[in-house]
């Protein structure tokens, strides 16, 4: 009855000792060669997911592949990652980094690129539009999805998609125990009939 009772309880802990740490890609001393990514294939709205190289990414993970989410958006020409994330070293605002400094190997020990199937050019001005609306939003420490101040990675882009009337998640939810409402997680994501992957490592 114990084993069975750990069994059941232990992803659950493990996503709470996950968000507990408030980070989901601190970086490590160990930095293999970046890896080459398809930049011309890459598309406004597509979403770009990458696991962290904490034990905490890789924790969050153990729910999935992958231990964070942002989107691909076009800015000026250039291919940005729009995602959000806790910090220990500075602001907690959302960002807008290049693809190359997204997954760059001391930030991400694997990544892919997914691909949102038959999106029209209405859907993704909106989602672009969202999300860079959202330049002012903090990292959400209490994950909750009913207050739009504050957002959590997963929240960020759920929300973006919303705007266009596409919902990934298929009301997938997690009750973890530090949360004060039930999340999302990175991977809830990548469970829909709509996706193709575009590129991964």
């Known amino acids: ?10 992803p659950y802990f493990a996503v709470l000792l996950a968000l507990a ?20 294939e890459i598309r406004s709205c597509d979403l770009a997911f990458r696991l962290g190289r904490s ?19 076009e800015r000026d020409s250039a291919r940005l990652v729009a995602h959000i994330e806790p910090s220990r070293e500075g602001s907690e605002l959302t960002r807008y980094e290049s693809v190359e400094e997204f997954f760059h190997p001391d930030r991400a020990s694997a990544g892919c690129v997914i691909r949102i199937d038959e999106l029209d ?3 993704r001005r909106k989602i672009e539009s969202y999300l860079l609306a959202c330049k002012d939003i903090t990292f959400d420490h209490d994950y909750t999805l009913s207050d739009t101040t504050q957002m959590y990675c997963t929240e960020l882009v759920h929300r973006a998609l919303m705007t266009a009337n596409i919902d990934l998640t298929h009301g997938i939810r997690h009750n973890v125990p530090i949360a004060k409402e039930y999340v999302i997680l990175p991977s809830d994501m990548l469970q829909n009939e709509r996706l193709t992957k575009v590129w991964s490592y």
């Open 1 to 10: 009855m114990l084993t069975y009772t750990l069994n059941r309880i232990l």
């Open 21 to 40: 740490t408030l980070s989901c890609d601190k970086r490590s001393p160990r930095t293999p060669a970046k890896p080459e990514i398809p930049t011309t």
């Open 55 to 73: 034990i905490e990414s890789s924790v969050i993970a153990s729910q999935g592949n992958y231990s964070h989410i942002g989107v691909i958006i």
């Open 121 to 123: 050019s209405v859907q």
